[in-house]
């Protein structure tokens, strides 16, 4: 009696299975991680979407380019128009321009630094900026925050996936513990010939709550 019971129970548990709860779930928000002490404390002259070249330099910013682009979305997948997206990050030296950073008279005036622009209908945005490096203490990351007209704020930072600091640095562990966040802050980078030479580009899905 025992075992055919048994036997029963583990012959139909296969095909008795419920669906997976997390398919029918919507998006992973991108983990909410700290602003740092480098947020601008004034903002460049120029804060467009090109942090590569500086309106009225003709150099251009030391470092690989980086085509950062996707889309603002809410949990359920629609498109945030209008989400005003800002983003800073250390230049090729691993110098901001910030007045807390020590050697700033160093830094590469050709990189902008920081830059902003706002989502497009379809939720589309994108940043021509650098593949960001490591500074003392922390494995490359950009920095991230986003604002919508609902009043989600978003304040985050992408790292670059396979970079071998990430997993010494702390801030980067916290946030990527969940395998479904993780992959809303580690960077893919491709070669893009199609948009400049010697370029990359990635694509960065930005979920706010
Ligand atoms: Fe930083």
Redesign the pocket.
């Known amino acids: 009696m025992k075992t055919s019971r048994r036997t029963l129970i583990i012959g139909t548990g296969a095909s008795l299975l419920p669906f997976p709860a997390a398919f029918a779930a919507g998006l992973a928000a991108t983990p909410q991680q700290t602003e740092?002490?480098?947020y601008p404390t004034s903002f460049p002259a120029d804060m467009d979407n090109d942090l590569v070249q500086v309106r009225g330099q003709a150099a251009q910013a030391m470092g690989t380019v980086l085509h950062l682009q996707g889309r603002v979305l809410d949990l359920d997948g629609r498109p945030v128009e209008g989400a005003l997206i800002e983003i800073?990050?250390?230049d090729a030296h691993g110098l901001?321009d910030h007045p807390r950073q020590p050697g700033r008279a160093r830094r590469d005036s050709a990189f902008q630094g920081y830059g902003r622009m706002l989502a497009a209908a379809d939720g589309r945005y994108g940043f021509r900026t650098l593949k960001p490096v490591a500074?003392p203490g922390?494995t490359p990351?950009i920095?991230l925050k986003v604002a919508t007209a609902a009043g989600s704020r978003l304040t985050s930072?992408f790292y670059v996936a396979g970079e071998p600091g990430n997993e010494r640095d702390g801030i980067f562990r916290a946030a990527a513990l969940d395998p479904r966040r993780r992959e809303r802050i580690e960077m893919r980078l491709a070669s893009a010939p199609g948009l400049e030479a010697g370029g990359l580009a990635t694509t960065m899905d930005i979920v706010v709550a």
Do not use: D, N, T
């Open positions: 740092g002490p480098f800073w990050q250390c901001y500074y922390r990351h920095h930072q």
